[in-house]
Nanobody
């Protein structure tokens, strides 16, 4: 599976961005699609995930502000980010799990929120 992320950029506090992650290759048997982020000096953390069947989970810090969604073919996952804060500044990575163990990561996309 190859993942291509896009949509990052520079935005002011309170602004919005939408990240996209397109999957190609063998995209059957995908069980989880997710977005992670990593800020400088911090560990990578889960931001949001969408599980086969459509249920979603969010980090407490983004609940009510971020929304993860996907197209029916599983080709693309989006992360709509609203009311952005400086603490949302990070490199955002898209992630796919196939089955129970196979994991794939996209290249990161930088999100910078200025105060």
């Amino acid at each position: 599976v190859q993942l291509q992320a896009s949509g990052g950029g520079l935005v002011q506090t309170g602004g919005s961005l939408r990240l996209s992650c397109s999957a190609s290759g063998s995209i059957t048997s995908i069980t989880i699609r997710a977005w992670y982020r990593q800020a400088p000096g911090k560990e990578r953390e889960l931001v949001a995930r969408i599980i086969r069947g459509g249920s979603t989970d969010y980090a407490d810090s983004v609940k009510g502000r971020f929304t993860i969604s996907r197209d029916n073919a599983e080709n693309t996952v989006w992360l709509q980010m609203k009311m952005l804060k400086p603490e949302d500044t990070a490199v955002y990575y898209c992630y796919v799990r196939k089955g129970l163990r196979a994991e794939f990561w996209g290249q990161g996309t930088q999100v910078t929120v200025s105060s």
